[in-house]
């Protein structure tokens, strides 16, 4: 018997990269990369998935609403584990073509590699 091949990450973000996420890599002080962060806002809700390590993957569904996609307080789905068990279920959710709350905004650059997402009102 032999073992499945090892989820590719890389191939994984650029399947992200290709539904429209956009990443930023949030740092510490020094400038060393904290994690990668993907977000997408579309139709009525926004994705976000964050890559501490391969083993350690959060990712979420938030409501447009939301104003803090980084630390939401409410979401419609999440899940946490390793690349290989989050990137599937976060790839197989459907589209959200609803336009009652449209999602938006941007993020925005701040001190010391950080940066801040910013909803659109």
Sequence with gaps: MTDPAPFDVEAGLRELISRGY???HPADEHGEVLAVVGVRAHGSVVDVIRLNAEDDVVAARLPGTEEQVLTPRT???RSSGTAAEVFPE???LPEDDTADAPSGGC???GRGGRAKWLAAS
């Design 22 to 24: 956009q990443f930023v």
């Design 75 to 77: 979401w419609l789905w």
């Design 107 to 109: 993020w925005v650059p």
């Design 90 to 92: 976060l790839l197989a």
